[in-house]
């Protein structure tokens, strides 16, 4: 009788463990078929990260993972407070989502911190290593890997170049909170210097910090670069309020800032990288690889873009041969 008792609680004890292994590892819906349940936390809205959301849906979805079908999203957006991430990624973890997507650096960062055992997928992302979410980039070995947006910053500077081939000082703006603005400006200091041009720089904490920033270098510098800082690409209006009437242009870090004002890039598409990183996160739901496993990935294609419009309204004329391939903003 006791051996029948001692064999029961261990075939209930099994059964507990079997659910809790199951948790996280999709689920089945009334017909049978397996369903999966994905949360999706991005730091702040602005067009980079947006397009970085929409690429990652639309990669899952290339994979035969659907909204509505049998996939789950729950989108949800920080607006920039880290409390909010913190309080968005427990929710993730008390829904018992199979994966996470993390947007920006701060986003994975506080997914990472939370959960040991949810697979978290992040995107534009600078430095996974330096944000310490992964041992390496080659073997992340943890429960996080993802895409990196490290920027082509020597590509960006001589385009800048060519743009300027006069320019003596560059201007830089970034949030002294992101450590992938950090990354950026160090490197990109580091190769302008080496071709002999100036860095001038001016660090801010929240958006209401730009315009007054920007007033304090823009009759300093020749032109402006900007990486692809979270604070910045929210409010790239506020920046070219001040760049515009001054006749200096920004050479942008990410084809968003563009769009939004900027004058010209050569760097990432967002959504592409989006769709890389959906790529990756269907391998995982699948079981064919696991986070600890996959190295964190760089953007597969580049783009140049030119906004002609800001060009005419700074004066700039951009050279034929810049123009030649570029993907243009009316």
Known sequence: MRMTKLTKCIALGIAALGILASAGCGQQDAKGEKTYKVGIVQLVEHSALDDANRGFVD??????????KNLTIDRQNAQADQSNLQNIVQRFISDKVDLICAIATPAVQSAANATKDIPVVGTAVTDYVSAKVVKSNEAPGGNVTGTSDLTPIADQIDLLMKLYPNAKTI?????????????????MTEYAQSKGLNVRVATISTVNDIQQAAQSIVNEVDVFYEPTDNVIASAMPTLTSVTDPAGKGVICAFAGGVTAGGLATKGIDYYKLGVQTGDMAADILEGK??????????????????????????GLTIPADVLEGATIVP
């Open 59 to 68: 990669g899952l979805k290339a994979r035969g993972y659907e909204e509505g």
């Open 289 to 314: 690889a696991k986070p600890a496993d996959m190295k964190i990935e760089t953007a597969r294609d580049l783009t140049v873009v030119i906004n002609k419009k800001n060009a005419e309204k700074i």
């Open 171 to 187: 201007g830089t703006i970034y949030s002294s909170s992101e450590i992938n603005s950090e990354i950026q400006v160090k490197a």
